[in-house]
């Protein structure tokens, strides 16, 4: 029996990040062997133990074999004679298929070093296709590497089209493809996810309305890059460099949906796009079970980004009416997202647009105390109830609002 340090701990300490998570391979055990020595088995499909004091997973070596359709269509072969070698060559990517013996030393039977010191992404064998879950993951490691420079080789990426086309993506679940889609949007460099699944394919058959904006023109004076997708692009990357977590970036991805269903007659406005856009953002979340947390918030972003990109012309009753669907009395915690991502649109922009600073944000984190300073008491105190007492509050939460846009004006 021999144990082997293997995959994301390995090619995570040679590339100097953190090391989150350990997962250990055992050669020459079986699953009596290991609940002799204290492992506790979890799963039914292939035998995987937590360690009696660390809890960390140890396998099994195994081999597999495609049996059905999808990610889980596999049979898996678990016996003492296989070999860690035959275990790593059913990995996904070279660079996941290292190993380490207790002794320190590396195996490496399929040049994940190579690749790592190359930075690139590239699939272990041709049994890659077998899986199509490892679309979205290549996509994922592109995204969370970007900074190192890694890039998927093209034999791997013609693999990935390979299976976009065969219509195996279709079979992978909606919590594994919003898993995969979530972590991306947490990593360095959410646009890289997306680029990647469009260069292959794959994204037209998970998000078809994300796919759809690429192409669709913009007005040139407004957006220089002309280009809706290339937009979505460039403000994921504003948002992640301002720190956005994936609720924010998932926003920033559904903002602009409408845009893909104007009018070819009235191109490259988008009237009303962001009203359009609304049952779109509905659809992908009720697709993908996506938590309602990140739905509320790119529901909020999609409808008010330009009235907060315009937020200091507007009449007191507009923004009134904004905050109010924002629902910042019961949820005051959910306008720095908001601002966020609406600032990751404004400065999402060619042509230099991208320097500009998002005034909108200060003028709202300065306005929002004002309005919730006001209270019912004097009018409770008057006698007013119901409709009266609301409409009391309503009118004094306009004049706030024009009393702190007065001064806003005339600051200096």
Known sequence: MRTYLVGGAIRDRLLGLPVRERDWVVVGATPDTMRVKGFRPVGRDFPVFLHPDTGEEYALARTERKTAPGHTGFVFHAEPGVTLEQDLQRRDLTINAI??????????????????????LRHVSDAFVEDP???LRVARFAAWLHPFGFQVAPETLALMTTIAASGELEQLSAE?????????????????????????????????????LFGVPQRADYHPEIDTGLHVLMALDRAAEMGADPAVSFAVLMHDLGKAVTPADVLPRHIGHEATGVPLVHGVCDRLRVPNPYRRLAVAVTRFHL??????????LTVLKMLQELDIYRRIETLEPFLMACEADARGR??????????SAAWLRGLVPRVLAVRAAPHVAAGLTGTALADALNRDRQAAIAAYRWETAHAG
């Open 350 to 359: 060619g042509g230099g647009l991208h320097m500009q600073p998002y005034k």
């Open 176 to 212: 594994r493809i919003w898993r995969e889609t979530q972590r991306a949007l947490a990593s360095p460099s959410p646009r890289t996810y997306i680029e990647v699944l469009h260069a292959c394919g794959a994204l037209a058959v998970l998000l078809p309305e994300v796919a759809a």
């Open 99 to 120: 190993a380490e013996s207790a002794e320190g030393l590396l195996i490496d039977p399929c040049g994940g070093l190579r690749d790592l010191q190359d930075r690139v």
């Open 133 to 135: 879950l490892r679309v």
């Open 307 to 316: 009235q907060c990109h315009k937020i200091r012309e507007l009449r007191p």
